[in-house]
């Protein structure tokens, strides 16, 4: 079995690989022993040692290695909205940025159900008001979105993800950035979304969020 540390360094090489960590900026981070163990401020996610690893609390205390980044609050915010998930992918991946600067597609989810895998490996995932990264009113806007969600964008900023596993958060953000490259090829032109029924469906399937009744917001 690995170390959660180790999990950690391959995390963030995986998503170096996968082209999503512009400047390999972005975090990672696991909940494992009742502790947060997450990538340092500054770090390259695509050459972690042990050494960029912070551990934490779950109330945020410092424990050991290095100083977490600003953006832990969010971090900590996923594991307490979605109890059980032990992993969180925080990005600045281009499309998902280019799509957080639109307008949201309705009140619970910033892209429109497009494609099935969407639906099915992240769910609606709303748009969270801007505030400047590391501002703690970040993770309390968050917070404060009252339906479900296992990912996010943040207005002009980046996606969030969160899942049970460090490899489903990892689908999870590749997917979210598919999701939002599709979104923006298909914008303003006259698109097809999935119908609702089949939405419905594959979410329950799937285990993720979608509300039926959500308000359009364009
Ligand atoms: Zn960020």
Known sequence: MTSPIDDLIAAG????????????????????????YMTGTGTDLG???????????REGTF?????????????L?????????TAVVHLH??????????EPWSETSAIPP?????????GQSPLVPFRVPGDPDLAAQLLALPHAFHGALLANH???VSATTLDAAIEAAIELEEACRI???????????????????LAARWGTPWAESAALVR
């Open 93 to 102: 991946s281009p499309f998902a940025v280019a799509a957080s600067c639109l």
């Open 77 to 85: 915010a996923f594991y307490e909205k979605n109890v059980g998930h």
């Open 47 to 57: 050459r972690l040692s042990e050494d960029d690893i912070a551990v934490v609390t």
């Open 158 to 160: 980046g996606q969030i």
């Open 13 to 36: 090489a995986r998503v170096a690989a996968a082209g999503i960590s512009p400047g390999s900026s972005g975090n990672v981070s696991i909940l494992a022993d009742d502790l947060v």
């Open 183 to 201: 979104t923006l090829l298909t914008d303003g032109k006259p698109r097809r979304l999935l119908p609702a029924e089949d939405v419905a469906a």
């Open 114 to 122: 497009l494609t099935p895998y969407f639906v099915m490996r992240v």
């Open 63 to 75: 424990v050991r290695g290095a100083k977490p980044s600003k953006e832990l609050a969010l971090h």
